[in-house]
T-cell receptor, first 116, second 112 residues
Framework: GAGVSQSPSNKVTEKGKDVELRCDPI?????LYWYRQSLGQGLEFLIY????????KSGLPSDRFSAERTGGSVSTLTIQRTQQEDSAVYLCASSLNSPQNTGELFFGEGSRLTVL | EDKVVQSPLSLVVHEGDTVTLNCSYEVTNFRSLLWYKQEKKAPTFLFMLTSSGIEKKSGRLSSILDKKELFSILNITATQTGDSAVYLCADYSGAGSYQLTFGKGTKLSVIP
């Protein structure tokens, strides 16, 4: 597709269960970001992938959160043993990133996670 | 401590009013300042600012950056109900790993 695609768009789960959120970035974009947006809050950086480099995981809130990016394209964000405070919209974004490029991101529609 | 601070957090105006939204940021390894509009889900890009004093303009929206005072403003003239959204400011910076750090946003409500 032409834009960033995320799935599922909505996920309701029970506390303690694991969830996987998927992001399919724009073809050719080497940079991929995950952000989290809680109700009424700004976007909180989680993790950043750039090409084949080691990801920047500095924003992951706990070791229950992990992400991978296979083949430099699709990314999966996994949250293990979900807690109620994990409830948020998880936004994925991609960009054509190079040192000369200063950062326009293209966002997906997000995955809304609700932990009961 | 927040790196990108936006003000006001919310604003209610009438159609036709002019609004100014504010964003201050930190300077560490600064590369650019970006503005996004978020209506429901995906933020959409408005402006990217890298140089001080040069106004970017798109229709009724304009933005300018002050690198000395470390802030940017977003102006919207002759507001319309369709301008109602959350406006997000982001600082693009980093040492080796560039990332956008977003402010909490300004929620703008334009009433008829």
């Amino acid at each position: 597709g032409a834009g960033v695609s995320q799935s599922p768009s909505n996920k309701v789960t029970e506390k303690g269960k694991d969830v996987e959120l998927r992001c399919d970035p724009i073809s050719g974009h080497t940079a991929l970001y995950w952000y989290r947006q809680s109700l009424g809050q700004g976007l909180e950086f989680l993790i950043y992938f750039q090409g084949n480099s080691a990801p920047d995981k500095s924003g992951l809130p706990s070791d229950r959160f992990s992400a991978e990016r296979t083949g430099g394209s699709v990314s999966t964000l996994t949250i293990q043993r979900t807690q109620q405070e994990d409830s948020a919209v998880y936004l994925c974004a991609s960009s054509l990133n190079s040192p000369q490029n200063t950062g326009e991101l293209f966002f997906g529609e997000g995955s809304r996670l609700t932990v009961l | 401590e927040d790196k990108v601070v936006q003000s006001p957090l919310s604003l209610v105006v009438h159609e036709g009013d002019t609004v100014t939204l504010n964003c201050s940021y930190e300077v560490t390894n600064f590369r650019s300042l970006l503005w996004y509009k978020q209506e429901k889900k995906a933020p959409t890009f408005l402006f990217m600012l890298t140089s001080s004093g040069i106004e970017k303009k798109s229709g009724r929206l304009s933005s300018i950056l002050d690198k000395k005072e470390l802030f940017s403003i977003l102006n919207i003239t002759a507001t319309q109900t369709g301008d109602s959204a959350v406006y997000l400011c982001a600082d693009y910076s980093g040492a080796g790993s560039y990332q956008l750090t977003f402010g909490k946003g300004t929620k703008l409500s334009v009433i008829p």
